[in-house]
């Protein structure tokens, strides 16, 4: 964040950091809020790692059905997930020990995933979009193409389910984008 006299600018990573537990303070920079602690961690220049590490439990996720893709037995696959997700909240902890503090953090402003979408370019936010509702469909043609059954078959309508709604927040952050 840089201070231009008395306002402060907010740079554009600062702009797309958002999320549950990420809020604005008094200066208008991005805050993980850690209900465990209650102690509130700068985010301002380390959007795209914060973005990574926010990511973990997606990534457990990932891990799974690509362990199951690959014919690994099931307790596999899931141990695999978890192992993913350990390691990356490991090293989120030390990511977060990385930032400056702020203790007794009292959240207040939160900076929602639509409205961080919202602050990219238009073209990336339709092609973001255009793109989760094409995964989305192409998850259900490749289930029933390669009739898939069971477990295999339900993780894909999850996944499809889940990008549909990220294309849903694509749409919103469109349109918040188109609106200002």
């Not at 690509?66 to 695999?80: D, E, K, Q, R, S």
């Not at 997930?81 to 009292?106: A, D, S, T, W």
């Not at 979408?117 to 043609?141: D, N």
Request: aromatic share 14%; glycine share 6%; charged share 20%.
């Amino acid at each position: 964040m840089a201070a231009k006299g008395r306002k402060a600018i907010i740079s554009n990573n600062d702009e797309k950091i958002g999320g549950f537990s990420v809020y604005r303070d008094d200066k208008n920079r991005p805050i993980y809020y850690n209900r465990f602690n209650h102690n509130g961690y700068v985010l301002s220049d380390n959007a795209k790692l914060f973005k990574t590490f926010n990511s973990r439990f997606m990534l457990g996720f990932i891990a799974t059905i690509f362990g199951y893709i690959f014919n690994l037995p099931l307790w596999l696959c899931v141990t695999l997930g978890i192992v993913v997700y350990i390691v990356m909240e490991f090293k989120f902890r030390k990511f977060l020990n990385k930032l400056p503090v702020i203790p007794n953090f009292q959240p207040k402003k939160r900076a929602s995933v639509v409205d961080s979408e919202a602050g990219l370019p238009t073209k990336k936010i339709v092609t973001k979009m255009i793109l989760y509702f094409t995964i989305s469909i192409l998850l259900i043609v490749n289930a029933h193409s390669s009739n898939y059954t069971g477990l295999i078959l339900y993780l894909n309508y999850a996944l499809s389910v889940i990008t549909f709604i990220t294309g849903i927040i694509e749409i919103r952050a469109l349109i918040i984008n188109r609106n200002k």
